[in-house]
T-cell receptor, first 114, second 114 residues
Framework: GENVEQHPSTLSVQEGDSAVIKCTYS??????FPWYKQELGKGPQLIID?????GEKKDQRIAVTLNKTAKHFSLHITETQPEDSAVYFC?????????????FGKGTSLLVTP | NAGVTQTPKFRVLKTGQSMTLLCAQD?????MYWYRQDPGMGLRLIHY???????AKGEVPDGYNVSRLKKQNFLLGLESAAPSQTSVYFC?????????????FGPGTRLTVL
């Protein structure tokens, strides 16, 4: 099955700096790559996603890039703020008979210090 | 709309006891999922359903059963709880039959098995 690797597992940045989280996937059939943010005690919430036919997508301070050839995708957060502190998960999904379930990375704990 | 709700929020069981976790969604979504989240492991798929009356196994189904008698509800059962099932359980739902749709997550159920 699909295997999603995520790095780093923890990341600490100063407020205003950029943060980058990287993920790789194993199944070339994966075609949808969402990123979820999970705050303490809450469920994951989608922050941005990208389809396999797109190389980059941006939403205000958040951007995602996808390299299909290398099978990796990255989350970029610019001008970080303390409220960006959370656990971030990347995921990949395949058009298969697994009900389009998501295969998640193990998460990155981001800490933004004032 | 309440989105995805989960009942209960917390539960402590003794080894061998049984319980049912309830997930409800009011978005008329076809697809529903149960994931478990363990420290450092990301989210792993337990079971999923692609519609009322249908269920299927995910990555880690052993020790769990599910039912989808009504479109809006997805139940996760533990017949004989084991300490290895101590985890945070998340339910999610998705609208359509492609991978390009957001999965909406509930707030989670924290289960401890003693």
């Amino acid at each position: 099955g699909e295997n999603v690797e995520q790095h780093p597992s923890t990341l600490s940045v100063q407020e205003g700096d950029s943060a980058v989280i990287k993920c790789t996937y194993s199944d070339s059939a994966s075609n949808y790559f969402p990123w979820y943010k999970q705050e303490l005690g809450k469920g994951p919430q989608l922050i941005i996603d990208i389809r396999s036919n797109v190389g980059e997508k941006k939403d205000q301070r958040i951007a995602v890039t996808l390299n299909k050839t290398a099978k990796h995708f990255s989350l970029h957060i610019t001008e970080t703020q303390p409220e960006d502190s959370a656990v971030y998960f990347c995921a990949a999904s395949i058009n298969s008979n697994s009900g389009y379930a998501l295969n998640f990375g193990k998460g990155t704990s981001l800490l933004v210090t004032p | 709309n309440a989105g995805v709700t989960q009942t209960p929020k917390f539960r402590v069981l003794k080894t061998g006891q049984s319980m049912t976790l309830l997930c409800a969604q009011d978005m008329n979504h076809e697809y529903m999922y149960w994931y478990r989240q363990d420290p450092g492991m990301g989210l792993r798929l337990i079971h999923y359903s692609v519609g009322e009356g249908t269920t299927a196994k995910g990555e880690v189904p052993d020790g769990y059963n599910v039912s989808r008698l009504k479109k809006q509800n997805f139940l996760l059962g533990l017949e004989s709880a084991a300490p290895s099932q101590t985890s945070v359980y998340f339910c999610a739902s998705k609208k359509q039959w492609t991978s390009y749709n957001e999965q909406f997550f509930g707030p989670g159920t924290r289960l401890t098995v003693l």
